[in-house]
């Protein structure tokens, strides 16, 4: 297991007051089902996961994200069955700090070597990895599948494309440090 941290935090992107409804809504295809999200990385290169419960149902079903990133937390709280129900799924591991509403240098460079070193990593974040998936979606290869859990909804499914980045790419200029 491999701990990035560094002493400080360095926030790369702070999500300003103004974009929080937006960024809240979600986007993208609602998946509710272990089956549903099955057929939705069918054929996808590259798998990425952002959440606890999203990455415990592809990793429960047999399949390991490329990326996936958690913080043993689901609603808000702090998990020890989420934590003991990664056990059995063995792989490489890199923590990090992440504040709430923040990307940090911490977490991107992390996103960074995940994609640039494909090992099946699990990148697990100290605070919140909410606005982790910007950071993949900019980073991600084309045509990479990026999940991320929504309480009590389901799951946000969305193909990587140049829309999409572009998209992004704009949010994360506004949310620049």
Known sequence: MEN????????????????????AA??????????????EIAGSSFVVTVGDIVT????ESG?????????????????EELRKRFLPFDQPEIRVVNP?????????NAIEDGIRNPRKLRIVVEGEEDLASLACIALAPHNTTLIYGIPNRGA??????????????????KMRA
């Open 156 to 173: 946000s499914v969305h193909r990587v494309d140049d829309i999409l980045r572009k998209m992004v790419n704009d949010t994360l200029d």
């Open 56 to 59: 415990l149902d592809l990793l």
């Open 4 to 23: 990035s941290r560094s002493g400080s935090v360095k926030a790369l992107y702070v999500m300003p007051e103004e974009l929080r409804s937006s960024l």
């Open 100 to 108: 709430q509403g923040t990307i940090t240098q911490e977490l991107w």
């Open 26 to 39: 979600p986007v993208g295809k609602i998946v509710t089902s272990r089956d549903g999200l099955l057929k």
């Open 63 to 79: 399949v390991y994200p490329d990326i996936c990133i958690v913080d043993f937390m689901t609603k808000r709280e702090s998990s």
